[in-house]
């Protein structure tokens, strides 16, 4: 009667245990699924662009469709572009030359009036440059993507109008040279890098070596602030890429191009910063961006991203 009831128990234990077994193994497939939607949902609108450009035919590039969403058939997109003008790009081939000539220039300084005992000042002021040019990135973004309009005078066209297209036509910005990529953020460098220039022309070496962390400091962030817009464009580049720059993406070193691809699920109302993208998580987890739109839209009224979605809605 003993060796029945323990065998009795022992079928019994083993199918409670096949029943855990199974309802755990349930548990983890629909949270398999759960996590591969919500995946799918951040890509998705990234993934539509890049199927866009790549797969289209002649014929739909070339008409008007109504029921176009994204990429370069997009009425709005192909009103953008036809904006870019002339005078713009004199002004960035001019802010290309002038950037990169002074970052030459005050390299040679760094060189020169560089010493051991700066090492570790060089790196945390390197570290720091990064950092705040991911912020500077963050917060020049979410300015152009949230507020003004491509109608206001010259800056409209000139800066708010690639931010419109970037968001109807994310893979516009891989069809643009070095010089259209790069030639709005080397104009931001000029000033900061220019006083430099002069600091190191007009100082004495005693005082140079004295402010050789914060010279440091400049000099980083005005190379990452340079680099931001190639970096944003090589994290919508999914062929060809040189082999460094995925490295650099896959250690999150630059903006990763799955991380990236949260800010452009509609309505782009999150992860701005696109450097590095390392602040974009705390700055979302504080609600930064949020808070922020709701000051100003108390303040004046305005609705956030209402000229960004009237771009998008645009049929012909």
Not at 143 to 155: K, N, Q
Not at 274 to 283: D, Q
């Amino acid at each position: 009667m003993l060796k029945r009831d323990e065998c009795d128990w022992w079928r019994e234990e083993t199918r409670n245990k096949a029943d855990r077994g199974l309802e755990f193994r349930m548990r983890n497939q629909r949270q398999r699924i759960r996590y591969a939607r919500i995946g799918l949902n951040m890509a998705s609108a990234e993934s539509k662009s890049r199927a866009s450009e790549n797969f289209h035919t002649p014929e739909a590039s070339g008409s008007d469709q109504p029921g176009a969403r994204w990429g370069p058939q997009h009425a709005g997109a192909r009103e953008l572009a036809e904006l870019y003008s002339p005078g713009k790009r004199c002004q960035e081939l001019s802010s290309v030359i002038i950037c990169f000539t002074l970052m030459a220039f005050n390299f040679c300084y760094l060189v020169t009036y560089f010493h051991l005992g700066h090492s570790w000042y060089i790196l945390l002021s390197i570290v720091a440059g990064i950092l705040t040019a991911d912020f500077a990135s963050g917060l020049v973004h979410w300015g152009a993507d949230t507020w003004g309009s491509v109608d206001l005078p010259i800056f409209g066209k000139a800066f708010i109008r690639p931010f419109r297209e970037h968001h109807i036509d994310p893979t516009a910005i891989t069809r643009h040279d070095f010089i259209e990529t790069n030639g709005d953020n080397c104009m931001l460098t000029i000033i900061p890098l220019a006083n430099m220039a002069a600091n190191f022309m007009m100082l004495s070496p005693v005082e140079i070596y004295r402010n050789y962390p914060w010279y440091c400091y400049i000099f980083a962030l005005a190379i990452f602030v340079t680099l931001t817009n190639q970096i944003h464009k090589w994290s919508h580049t999914y062929f060809g890429l040189p082999r460094w720059v995925t490295f650099l993406q896959d250690c999150h070193i630059i903006l990763p191009r799955k991380h990236h691809r949260v800010h452009h699920v509609s309505p782009h109302e999150t992860y701005f910063c696109i450097t590095t993208g390392w602040l974009n998580y705390p700055l979302e987890k504080l609600g930064f961006w949020r808070n922020l739109e709701d000051l100003i839209q108390s303040v004046t009224g305005e609705k956030p991203r209402s000229d960004d979605l009237r771009w998008a809605q645009k049929t012909k």
